[in-house]
């Protein structure tokens, strides 16, 4: 899809969403992007239109299902990686074949899972995958009290779980997702398994 193509959809999506963008510069190396909160269906074509308008080449997880029938062409062309439930953890590890291998891409993550359904704790895959790669983790969000969506700054971890997950939690303080009751408090289990 060309850019221009690109860039078009991406205002489509804008108008027809309502939403703006409101975004820090586009990183310049590959990063861990977080989808959050992740509270609704819109956020998924809140995701394309700013990685459309920022020109950015992503992949992103979403669950196997998506890949059944007339969809799975789609998915995959816009970055779909698959993601078996039953075995969630074996995509740490595809990830990092990948970017072993050379890909460059911006990997987008989900970690509150389907939104804001679960336990009360985010994932931890996008940690996980940061961590090892040495990829920053790049903070994307949904306001839409503010009715904003873009992306946030880039930290690296350190891997002391607690005071990244602060820092995290402190971004996302004010952003409301598109549906405020489905939003989950940014937490991983090992924070409290660790405590």
Same mark, same amino acid.
């Given at each position: 899809?060309?850019?221009? &193509?690109?860039?078009?959809?991406?205002?489509?999506?804008?108008?027809?969403?309502?939403?703006?963008?409101?975004?820090?510069?586009?990183?310049?190396?590959?990063?861990?992007?977080?989808?959050?909160?992740?509270?609704?269906?819109?956020?998924?074509?809140?995701?394309?239109?700013?990685?459309?308008?920022?020109?950015?080449? &992503?992949?992103?997880?979403?669950?196997?299902?998506?890949?059944?029938?007339?969809?799975? /062409?789609?998915?995959?062309?816009?970055?779909?990686?698959?993601?078996?439930?039953?075995?969630?953890?074996?995509?740490?590890?595809?990830?990092?074949?990948?970017?072993?291998?050379?890909?460059?891409?911006?990997?987008?993550?989900?970690?509150? #899972?389907?939104?804001?359904?679960?336990?009360?704790?985010?994932?931890? #895959?996008?940690?996980?995958?940061?961590?090892?790669?040495?990829?920053?983790?790049?903070?994307?969000?949904?306001?839409?009290?503010?009715?904003?969506?873009?992306?946030?700054?880039?930290?690296?971890?350190?891997?002391?779980?607690? /005071?990244?997950?602060?820092?995290?939690?402190?971004?996302?303080?004010?952003?409301?997702?598109?549906?405020?009751?489905?939003?989950?408090?940014?937490?991983?289990?090992?924070?409290?398994?660790?405590?």
């Amino acid at each position: 899809m060309s850019r221009t &193509i690109r860039r078009a959809v991406a205002r489509i999506i804008w108008a027809g969403t309502g939403y703006r963008m409101r975004s820090e510069p586009a990183p310049t190396r590959p990063t861990v992007f977080i989808g959050a909160p992740h509270t609704s269906n819109t956020d998924f074509f809140l995701m394309l239109a700013i990685a459309f308008d920022m020109d950015l080449k &992503i992949r992103f997880l979403i669950k196997d299902s998506w890949f059944k029938g007339p969809l799975a /062409a789609l998915m995959r062309a816009l970055g779909g990686i698959p993601v078996d439930r039953n075995d969630p953890a074996s995509i740490v590890e595809e990830i990092l074949g990948a970017v072993e291998r050379g890909e460059e891409f911006h990997l987008v993550v989900t970690p509150e #899972g389907t939104r804001g359904a679960g336990s009360g704790y985010w994932k931890s #895959g996008f940690y996980r995958i940061a961590l090892k790669s040495g990829f920053p983790v790049t903070l994307g969000y949904v306001d839409g009290v503010a009715k904003v969506a873009g992306l946030g700054p880039s930290i690296q971890l350190t891997g002391d779980v607690r /005071a990244d997950m602060d820092v995290i939690r402190a971004f996302y303080a004010d952003k409301s997702g598109v549906n405020p009751a489905n939003r989950v408090e940014p937490r991983l289990r090992s924070e409290d398994q660790a405590g």
